[in-house]
């Protein structure tokens, strides 16, 4: 069985910290790897999706992909209290999203 | 432009109930998934449609649940008869385009809850 796996947190920084968040997957043929957020209560909302292994920077996010280690991870950068919430690693499988079960972030002032 | 909305956002009901889950795709967007999260496990995928068409049901749990999309817009989920472990939260999402880099809206989901 084809999973992702997060660690579940809570992961507590402080304001203004880089938030370093991490994802294994076990299937070595994935092609694409996504970080949703989900504010509770709230649509998981995309953040960022990488394909290429490396490095991928948007804002204050960095989304980290290396293949060979089937690691996939976050960096948010300057974090703030509305970074608050909980991340959600998914990689493709054609259509469809195979999601973790989310790492809780709070960011505290 | 309207996201994806999912009615209702709550629903309570007994066991040996049917409920009807309805979702509203973004307009446009022919490609329309249902995903579940059952309370303490991962978000995981039922099925998806493009337009009319169901093109992948292999998440679907077993034959108590029937997903329709008739004339390719909204879609419904129903569960006939619920159980017990059909509680969680149900998501709709929607994208113009399939492929690994397409990025799917999601809606606010519906909890459903069976008693």
């Known amino acids: 069985q084809k999973e992702v796996e997060q660690n579940s947190g809570p992961l507590s920084v402080p304001e203004g910290a880089i938030a370093s968040l991490n994802c294994t997957y076990s299937?070595?043929?994935?092609?694409?790897f996504f970080w949703y957020r989900q504010y509770s209560g709230k649509s998981p909302e995309l953040i960022m999706f990488?394909?290429?292994?490396g490095d991928k920077e948007d804002g204050r996010f960095t989304a980290q992909l290396n293949k060979a280690s089937q690691y996939v991870s976050l960096l948010i950068r300057d974090s703030q209290p509305s970074d608050s919430a909980t991340y959600l690693c998914?990689?493709?499988?054609?259509?469809?999203?195979?999601f973790g079960k989310g790492t809780s972030l709070l960011v505290t002032p | 432009e309207a996201g994806v909305t999912q009615f209702p956002s709550h629903s309570v009901i007994e066991k040996g109930q049917t409920v009807t889950l309805r979702c509203d795709p973004i307009?446009?967007?022919?490609?329309l998934y249902w995903y579940r999260r059952v309370m303490g496990k991962e978000i995981k995928f039922l099925l998806h449609?493009?337009?009319?068409?169901?093109?992948?049901e292999s998440g679907m749990p077993n034959n108590r649940f029937l997903a329709e999309r008739t004339g390719g817009t909204y879609s419904t989920l129903k569960v006939q008869p619920a159980e017990l472990e059909d509680s969680g939260v149900y998501f709709c999402?929607?994208?113009?385009?399939?492929?690994?880099?397409?990025?799917?809206?999601f809606g606010q989901g519906t909890r459903l809850t069976v008693v």
């Open positions: 999402a929607s994208s113009h385009q399939t492929g690994g880099n397409t990025e799917a809206f």
């Open positions: 299937d070595r043929g994935s092609q694409s």
């Open positions: 990488i394909y290429s292994n």
């Open positions: 998914a990689f493709s499988e054609g259509y469809a999203l195979n």
């Open positions: 307009s446009g967007h022919d490609n």
């Open positions: 449609f493009v337009k009319e068409s169901k093109q992948d």
